[in-house]
């Protein structure tokens, strides 16, 4: 969920931009400017309100056709390989599109007919670009980028879960315009939009064009899927309107009622949203679980934080033994001296407590010197230049603590390979002033590995913690 003072929605229908916050269970605009307006203004100066500005932006829902897909064939099923292969894909299918390598996301087939696959999806709309840079430069950035498609893909799989499992057709209905969904096995695989006339949308005119659109899409959907069509859902605010288009049609058609109470309580929406105006707070929280992609660098950095958050908690509970185990035997060894009951003690046994509370002492200072794993991953990461990526690490935490980095430099030529590389060593040297410092030719080189416009060199490294 989100709240409505600090978390908002941004969406983008019909050369418009919407930003939308939630009221109760419903989800209200607070400011609308035109799409083309602000991506070819300032758009510092384009009189957001200050509610707008001053807030997390955590959704961005595009137009369907703004995110492309993919499906792959890979027999890895590791997370690395994977991305790393999705990533070399798109960019090389997609070369006009230099930043479609930060903007994708995947996922693992899970038939096991379809043990190898990956279904891939990407933003292939240059004007999505523009408009994230934009919402950026106005500190609006979006945490996930989603569409209407992927958003009905899970109300309808929590409303029937037989849906996911065959091929089903969901028809949204709204007074002067419809929109068709098609998916496949629970994923989306194609949508169109239908615009009524304001003379033929309130008669059985807009019925018949819809029944005629709909039979051609099924039609595209055997060809895509070579399988037929097994169910049809309708959203529409008339019940009859399910009855009629199953009668047109000659086959059942089922009324979509998910959250019919939720949105009969909810105020109307006053603006014209599209696909997105019979969505509620409940369809657009984090806790909905639908397809979305998430900018390659922001998503890693959020990733991190329950990590952090971790570290931190781990430190302070160390400081917290250490610093009780420190005052205990400075009680115990301060009791041990003044005592009148070790009045008998020697010279030679108060030497040998002292020996004790000695040894004690540097145990505890050993403790406090040893590295842990989450403070050291987070040392690494900061280590690494933009353009390199990690492909595995091995850790061993023992008396002489190392790291073993397996790594890909992607770079224009082998002079950005050698400023990357020298701007890593001296990082990692920074970052671990304690250790020997690490020297380029203790860094093995690995077969070069050419792409479009660049060349990934893989790097493999030793890494002294202390």
Same mark, same amino acid.
């Given at each position: 969920?989100?709240?409505?003072?600090?978390?908002?929605?941004?969406?983008?229908?019909?050369?418009?931009?919407?930003?939308?916050?939630?009221? /109760?269970?419903?989800?209200?605009?607070?400011?609308?400017?035109?799409?083309?307006?602000?991506?070819?203004?300032?758009?510092?100066?384009?009189?957001?309100?200050?509610?707008?500005?001053?807030?997390?932006?955590?959704?961005?829902?595009?137009?369907?056709?703004?995110?492309?897909? *993919?499906?792959?064939?890979?027999?890895?099923?590791?997370?690395? @390989?994977?991305?790393?292969?999705?990533?070399?894909?798109?960019?090389?299918?997609?070369?006009?599109?230099?930043?479609?390598?930060?903007?994708?996301?995947?996922?693992?087939?899970?038939?096991?007919?379809?043990?190898?696959?990956?279904?891939?999806?990407?933003?292939?709309?240059?004007?999505?670009?523009?408009?994230?840079?934009?919402?950026?430069?106005?500190?609006?950035?979006?945490?996930?980028?989603?569409?209407?498609?992927?958003?009905?893909?899970?109300?309808?799989?929590?409303?029937?879960?037989?849906?996911?499992?065959? /091929?089903?057709?969901?028809?949204?209905?709204?007074?002067?315009?419809?929109?068709?969904?098609?998916?496949?096995?629970? %994923?989306?695989?194609?949508?169109?939009?239908?615009?009524?006339?304001?003379?033929?949308?309130?008669? $059985?005119?807009?019925?018949?064009?819809?029944?005629?659109?709909?039979?051609?899409?099924?039609?595209?959907?055997?060809?895509? %899927? %070579?399988?037929?069509?097994?169910?049809?859902?309708?959203?529409?605010?008339? %019940?009859?309107?399910? *009855?009629? #288009?199953?009668?047109?049609?000659?086959?059942?058609?089922?009324?979509?009622?998910?959250? &019919? $109470? !939720?949105?009969?309580?909810?105020?109307?929406?006053?603006?014209? !949203?599209?696909?997105?105006?019979?969505?509620?707070?409940?369809?657009?929280?984090?806790?909905?679980?639908?397809?979305?992609?998430?900018?390659?660098?922001?998503?890693?950095?959020?990733?991190?934080?329950?990590?952090?958050?971790?570290?931190?908690?781990? /430190?302070?509970?160390?400081?917290?033994?250490?610093?009780?185990?420190?005052?205990?035997?400075?009680?115990?060894?301060?009791?041990?001296?003044?005592?009148?009951?070790?009045?008998?003690?020697?010279?030679?046994?108060?030497?040998?407590?002292?020996?004790?509370?000695?040894?004690?002492?540097?145990? #505890?200072?050993?403790?406090?010197?040893?590295?842990?794993?989450?403070?050291?991953?987070?040392?690494?990461?900061?280590?690494?230049?933009?353009?390199?990526?990690?492909?595995? @690490?091995?850790?061993?935490?023992?008396?002489?603590?190392? &790291?073993?980095?397996?790594?890909?430099?992607?770079?224009?030529?082998? $002079?950005?390979?050698?400023?990357? !590389?020298?701007?890593?060593?001296?990082?990692?040297?920074?970052?671990?002033?304690?250790?020997?410092?690490?020297?380029?030719?203790?860094?093995?080189?690995?077969?070069?590995?050419?792409?479009?416009?660049? @060349?990934?060199?893989?790097?493999?490294?030793?890494?002294? #913690?202390?």
């Amino acid at each position: 969920m989100f709240n409505k003072n600090h978390t908002g929605i941004t969406i983008v229908h019909s050369d418009t931009l919407f930003f939308l916050s939630a009221v /109760g269970n419903a989800l209200q605009v607070d400011h609308s400017i035109s799409l083309t307006a602000f991506l070819e203004g300032n758009a510092e100066g384009a009189n957001l309100p200050e509610a707008v500005l001053n807030r997390t932006n955590r959704l961005l829902i595009v137009p369907d056709y703004w995110i492309g897909q *993919a499906n792959m064939s890979l027999p890895s099923r590791k997370r690395s @390989i994977v991305e790393a292969f999705v990533e070399r894909k798109l960019i090389a299918e997609y070369s006009d599109l230099p930043d479609i390598g930060l903007f994708y996301g995947y996922a693992l087939a899970s038939h096991p007919a379809e043990a190898n696959h990956i279904h891939a999806f990407f933003l292939q709309e240059p004007q999505a670009y523009e408009l994230y840079n934009k919402l950026q430069s106005i500190n609006a950035v979006p945490n996930e980028i989603t569409t209407p498609a992927y958003i009905w893909e899970q109300k309808l799989i929590k409303m029937a879960p037989d849906a996911a499992g065959t /091929g089903v057709a969901l028809v949204q209905m709204q007074p002067l315009e419809s929109y068709l969904y098609f998916y496949h096995q629970g %994923k989306f695989l194609f949508s169109r939009s239908i615009q009524f006339s304001t003379l033929s949308s309130e008669s $059985a005119e807009a019925l018949q064009a819809l029944t005629y659109e709909i039979n051609q899409s099924v039609y595209l959907f055997s060809q895509k %899927k %070579k399988t037929e069509l097994e169910l049809i859902f309708m959203h529409s605010a008339r %019940k009859e309107d399910a *009855a009629e #288009l199953a009668e047109n049609l000659g086959r059942e058609v089922r009324p979509f009622t998910s959250n &019919a $109470a !939720l949105e009969k309580s909810s105020p109307k929406i006053e603006h014209t !949203l599209g696909p997105c105006s019979d969505f509620n707070r409940q369809d657009v929280a984090p806790s909905a679980r639908f397809s979305a992609i998430a900018q390659k660098h922001h998503g890693r950095a959020r990733a991190w934080r329950p990590i952090q958050a971790a570290g931190i908690m781990i /430190g302070i509970l160390l400081i917290l033994i250490l610093g009780g185990e420190h005052v205990y035997l400075f009680k115990w060894s301060k009791q041990a001296t003044t005592s009148s009951n070790v009045g008998w003690m020697t010279e030679q046994n108060y030497h040998e407590l002292m020996d004790r509370y000695n040894e004690s002492l540097d145990v #505890l200072l050993q403790e406090t010197q040893t590295f842990s794993a989450s403070t050291t991953l987070l040392t690494l990461a900061r280590c690494l230049p933009n353009n390199v990526r990690v492909t595995a @690490i091995q850790l061993s935490l023992a008396e002489a603590p190392v &790291a073993a980095l397996s790594c890909i430099v992607r770079a224009e030529s082998m $002079a950005v390979f050698r400023e990357t !590389l020298t701007e890593l060593i001296n990082n990692l040297g920074n970052a671990f002033e304690k250790s020997p410092r690490l020297e380029k030719q203790d860094v093995e080189l690995g077969e070069t590995l050419p792409g479009k416009g660049y @060349i990934d060199y893989p790097v493999q490294f030793q890494v002294r #913690l202390i």
